[in-house]
């Protein structure tokens, strides 16, 4: 039996994914959780083959949450499945230790076809990304790659409307230490307020 935990925080997503999944592959059984929390209870609770897991939940990220299953339970692989474009998300989230990453977009075939391939051990990188990834490696990246993954974590929940306090509770770290981010970011991006910094980040595609 294949067991697979979808976290998704909307209940129509991981419904059709999980149909998707039922109508391709074989002896599955399927859970699911709508953020982190709910998350961490079932793979304490259970044995898993594969999480497939969204960035933008509630609480604590799909990236922070990445981070911490990979600590966690290494061994694990951990497929993305977001709506952020893949050139802005899916590099930081392979270095973090994620076997995959496909936008919501994807055709079911390819939802399968990345499936059963990490199913079998191995990563799996779409054509997409692939491009997008020989992209990266040149040297006209855009500000925001010069960000480290803390830093970017945090740009991101800045630009959704998150107060230091939210974030710092959050990332379990002090509204000082988020300020100090914040003061690297804007320098990084030259922005000087942070409407500049949810300009940038509309401009950008990445909220």
């Known amino acids: ?4 935990l979808i976290i998704d925080d909307h209940p129509v997503v991981r419904i059709g994914v999980r149909r998707i999944l039922e109508e391709g592959i074989s002896f599955l059984e399927t859970d699911e959780a709508g953020d982190a ?4 209870k079932r793979i304490r609770g259970n044995t898993y083959n594969l999480i497939l897991l969204d960035i ?3 609480g604590k990220s799909g990236m922070v949450l990445l981070e ?15 709506m952020y474009p893949e050139k802005d998300y ?13 936008t919501k977009n994807s055709l079911d075939e390819e939802l399968i076809k990345a499936v059963n391939r990490i199913l079998d051990g ?8 692939a491009e997008a990834l020989i992209d990266h490696s040149g040297n006209d ?8 993954n803390r830093e970017f974590e945090i740009m991101i929940k800045i630009s959704q409307g998150e107060s230091m306090k939210e974030i710092a509770d959050i990332l379990s ?8 981010y914040k003061t690297r970011i804007l320098e990084k991006l030259q922005c000087t307020t942070t409407a500049d910094l949810i300009r940038y980040a509309l401009k950008a595609g990445l909220v």
């Not at 039996?1 to 697979?4: A, D, K, P, V």
């Open 141 to 148: 990246q855009p500000p925001h790659a010069r960000l480290s």
């Open 68 to 82: 911490d299953l990979r600590n966690m339970i290494p061994e694990l692989p951990v497929l993305m499945l977001s």
């Open 56 to 58: 933008n939940l509630p």
């Open 37 to 40: 929390r709910e998350a961490m």
């Open 173 to 180: 770290i002090s509204e000082k230490t988020v300020s100090t």
């Open 122 to 129: 191995h990563k799996y990188i779409s054509e997409s990304l």
């Open 90 to 102: 899916a590099l930081r989230a392979l270095k973090l230790g994620a076997a995959g990453y496909l």
């Open 1 to 4: 039996m294949i067991r697979i």
